[in-house]
């Protein structure tokens, strides 16, 4: 499998497709679900202008930089994305992040059967040494979620973006070496047998 190339990666809970333009629709319609454009904590706010979200996300891609990711129920309904992002072939390096679920399927297994998708593609197709998972400072929900997935706590990046209304942005750096990987596995599996993949 290309770097290049984005898959479809199909679960029981949950299916990532490319993202394509015709989706700004679709997500922008998810991202009113909950209100999550007001989150300031969240990337979320790029979507009060859905397609010019998914343009900038659509060119990350072009550039090599990004696989972005179309969520949808096994029903078909769009409710989210995600992406694999600052993407090293070189460094053998990605990170999974610009991820947003509609209100209504969060604390469900379609987040946790998500990341088991995005991490199998990283370590077993595209073969990473690391993959890396960032969310701001004040997420602190979003921060339980990703040491549930058995991702570790790197540190913080200080001062690291200045958002649009001008707040300097810290981030917490989270990450999956290719050698914790099997047992990450089993942990989300595990999670999702027991029904506690929202949780």
């Given at each position: 499998?290309?770097?290049?190339?984005?898959?479809?990666?199909?679960?029981?809970?949950?299916?990532l497709r490319p993202l394509t333009a015709e989706d700004a629709p679709a997500l922008?319609?998810?991202?009113?679900?909950?209100?999550?454009?007001?989150?300031?904590?969240?990337?979320?706010?790029?979507?009060?202008?859905?397609?010019?979200?998914?343009?900038?996300?659509?060119?990350?891609?072009?550039?090599?930089?990004?696989?972005?990711?179309?969520?949808?129920?096994?029903?078909?309904?769009?409710?989210?994305?995600?992406?694999?992002?600052?993407?090293?072939?070189?460094?053998?390096?990605?990170?999974?992040?610009?991820?947003?679920?509609?209100?209504?399927?969060?604390?469900?297994?379609?987040?946790?059967?998500?990341?088991?998708?995005?991490?199998?593609?990283?370590?077993?197709?595209?073969?990473?040494?690391?993959?890396?998972?960032?969310?701001?400072?004040?997420?602190?929900?979003?921060?339980?979620?990703?040491?549930?997935?058995?991702?570790?706590?790197?540190?913080?990046?200080?001062?690291?973006?200045?958002?649009?209304?001008?707040?300097?942005?810290?981030?917490?750096?989270?990450?999956?070496?290719?050698?914790?990987?099997?047992?990450?596995?089993?942990?989300?599996?595990?999670?999702?047998?027991?029904?506690?993949?929202?949780?």
């Amino acid at each position: 499998m290309s770097w290049a190339e984005t898959p479809t990666l199909i679960g029981r809970h949950v299916t990532l497709r490319p993202l394509t333009a015709e989706d700004a629709p679709a997500l922008g319609a998810a991202a009113a679900d909950g209100d999550l454009t007001a989150l300031f904590f969240a990337n979320v706010a790029t979507f009060t202008d859905p397609r010019a979200a998914v343009a900038a996300m659509l060119k990350e891609r072009d550039y090599g930089r990004a696989m972005p990711f179309t969520v949808e129920t096994p029903a078909g309904a769009v409710v989210g994305c995600t992406r694999l992002m600052r993407m090293s072939r070189q460094h053998k390096r990605v990170e999974i992040g610009g991820t947003f679920y509609a209100r209504s399927v969060q604390r469900t297994g379609l987040n946790t059967e998500a990341k088991l998708l995005l991490l199998a593609h990283a370590f077993e197709v595209l073969g990473c040494n690391v993959v890396q998972i960032r969310t701001d400072w004040f997420n602190k929900r979003s921060q339980r979620a990703i040491e549930r997935l058995g991702a570790k706590r790197d540190g913080v990046l200080r001062n690291h973006q200045v958002m649009p209304d001008g707040r300097l942005r810290d981030l917490v750096v989270y990450s999956i070496i290719a050698s914790e990987w099997p047992g990450v596995r089993r942990n989300l599996e595990f999670l999702l047998a027991r029904g506690e993949g929202g949780r």
